[in-house]
């Protein structure tokens, strides 16, 4: 995967207690092997937009290696593990959403499919807890965001 092009700091210096459950979900997931990008309100949130954020949405990268490592920590860390479908199966759904103590998860992977190197190749990296989370560019997390928000 390309880098992404700089790295912003930590929004709130440090404190958990200071995200939405959506972000601090998507920064633990951060925390694994996963390869995605965080769109939708989080992303917005943290690119300093005044949204109220329900939930983490994550482009997953597409590809059988990413696809079983999502697996693996999805399954990690939902609340009901037998619910999160084998990585096979991952691999071609439009979308799976996970319940996790630290908030929802919705893996958009059909997005992935689709638009996984324009959204990384806008991208940046944000600190969110000490972790490293690639963020969406307001423009596509708002473009994604109008598209399948109410569909």
Same mark, same amino acid.
């Given at each position: 995967?390309?880098?992404?092009?700089?790295?912003?700091?930590?929004?709130?210096?440090?404190?958990?207690?200071?995200?939405?459950?959506?972000?601090?979900?998507?920064?633990?997931?951060?925390?694994?092997?996963?390869?995605?990008?965080?769109?939708?309100?989080?992303?917005?949130?943290?690119?300093?937009?005044?949204?109220?954020?329900? &939930?983490?949405?994550?482009?997953?990268?597409?590809?059988?290696?990413?696809?079983?490592?999502?697996?693996?920590?999805?399954?990690?860390?939902?609340?009901?593990?037998?619910?999160?479908?084998?990585?096979?199966?991952?691999?071609?759904?439009?979308?799976?959403?996970?319940?996790?103590?630290?908030?929802?998860?919705?893996?958009?992977?059909?997005?992935?499919?689709? &638009?996984?190197?324009?959204?990384?190749?806008?991208?940046?990296?944000?600190?969110?807890?000490?972790?490293?989370?690639?963020?969406?560019?307001?423009?596509?997390?708002?473009?994604?965001?109008?598209?399948?928000? &109410?569909?």
């Amino acid at each position: 995967m390309p880098a992404p092009a700089h790295r912003a700091e930590d929004a709130a210096n440090g404190g958990a207690a200071n995200y939405p459950a959506g972000v601090l979900a998507s920064a633990v997931l951060a925390t694994t092997s996963v390869s995605f990008v965080l769109v939708g309100s989080a992303a917005l949130w943290l690119r300093g937009e005044s949204i109220l954020v329900g &939930d983490a949405d994550v482009v997953i990268e597409p590809g059988d290696q990413n696809m079983q490592r999502t697996r693996t920590a999805l399954a990690d860390l939902a609340l009901q593990p037998h619910a999160v479908p084998h990585a096979s199966r991952l691999a071609i759904l439009d979308i799976v959403t996970i319940m996790t103590s630290y908030g929802k998860i919705d893996c958009l992977l059909r997005r992935g499919r689709l &638009d996984w190197d324009r959204l990384v190749r806008n991208s940046d990296v944000i600190l969110v807890a000490g972790a490293e989370v690639i963020v969406a560019d307001s423009s596509d997390a708002w473009n994604l965001r109008r598209r399948f928000k &109410d569909k």
